[in-house]
């Protein structure tokens, strides 16, 4: 009798299937593969609606096989706003880096949290402007070299990195704010449920959810991969803690509830 095949991996539906243009050991690809496969759990396909950004993930319309819009740099919030006003039965997702949002972007960002839009964001931090060859970012760690502070960053000249997930947990229209990482497999399935909240609170209505992943970014660090990944660990963590920082999934307890 022949053996029963079991099924234990499968390519997420909304994934496409083509290969990647992403360098080898970048965390990207993880990333979307987290997005498509909470795509295909929450059966949101039909309705997600993706904005894309500038950076290297600026071909995220290419893998993921949604609708999409693609907005001018550091703009995905504001288009995701346009986008979800205009459309508000729809699943609206931003993807950005860190030169896109907490740089060029920040204004839009800060504005659309704080207006609690009901959109979702996921962050992918990598410390630099991957695309554009390695500039220095808001993220960028103090002492990083970049091709724009080749000295390393230093407090004095470039001024703190920033952290965003805390950043962007202060703000009134904020329903959900984590942090998580892509290092390990453990960090993975973290990433993985805080980005579900954040899908969920769109989902229900709670306003708005953000998740700021921490990635490698081997090419311009000029690391390998495996030694790439030690620095997400070893410099990256310590610097920007993995947690939640705001959390309104939770129905509202109510006077009785509160007195049990
Ligand atoms: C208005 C405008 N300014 C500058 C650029 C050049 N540019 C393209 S990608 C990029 C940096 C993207 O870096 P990041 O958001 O960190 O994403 P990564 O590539 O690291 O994933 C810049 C500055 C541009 N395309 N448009």
């Not at 979307?32 to 059966?43: C, N, Q, T, V, Y």
């Not at 808001?138 to 000249?157: D, F, N």
Request: aromatic share 6%; charged share 20%; with cysteine.
């Amino acid at each position: 009798m022949q053996a029963q095949e079991r099924l234990v991996f499968d390519r997420p539906k909304v994934l496409a299937d083509i290969p990647t243009h992403y360098c080898p050991g970048c965390q990207h690809g993880v990333a979307h593969r987290l997005a498509a496969e909470l795509i295909d759990e929450m059966k949101l396909a039909e309705k997600t609606i993706c904005v894309t950004s500038i950076g290297c993930s600026v071909f995220l319309y290419n893998y993921l096989l949604v609708d999409s819009v693609e907005a001018p740099h550091g703009r995905a919030p504001a288009t995701a706003t346009g986008v979800k006003r205009s459309r508000p039965d729809k699943f609206v997702l931003t993807y950005q880096g860190d030169g896109d949002l907490a740089s060029i972007g920040m204004a839009e960002i800060i504005h659309c949290a704080n207006r609690g839009e009901r959109v979702s964001v996921i962050f992918v931090n990598n410390t630099v402007y991957g695309m554009t060859g390695g500039q220095m970012a808001p993220t960028t760690l103090i002492g990083q070299k970049t091709t724009t502070c080749p000295a390393g960053r230093s407090r004095e000249h470039e001024g703190m990195p920033i952290r965003m997930a805390e950043l962007i947990a202060q703000l009134g229209g904020t329903a959900y704010s984590a942090r998580a990482a892509l290092n390990t497999v453990k960090n993975i399935r973290s990433a993985k449920k805080a980005m579900k909240k954040a899908f969920e609170v769109q989902t229900k209505g709670l306003g708005f959810g953000f998740v700021e992943l921490l990635a490698t970014c081997p090419t311009n660090w000029r690391l390998d991969p495996v030694k790439a990944n030690e620095r997400v660990a070893g410099e990256m963590i310590p610097y920007f803690p993995l947690g939640v920082f705001r959390d309104q999934t939770a129905p509202a307890k109510g006077p009785a509830e509160v007195e049990k």
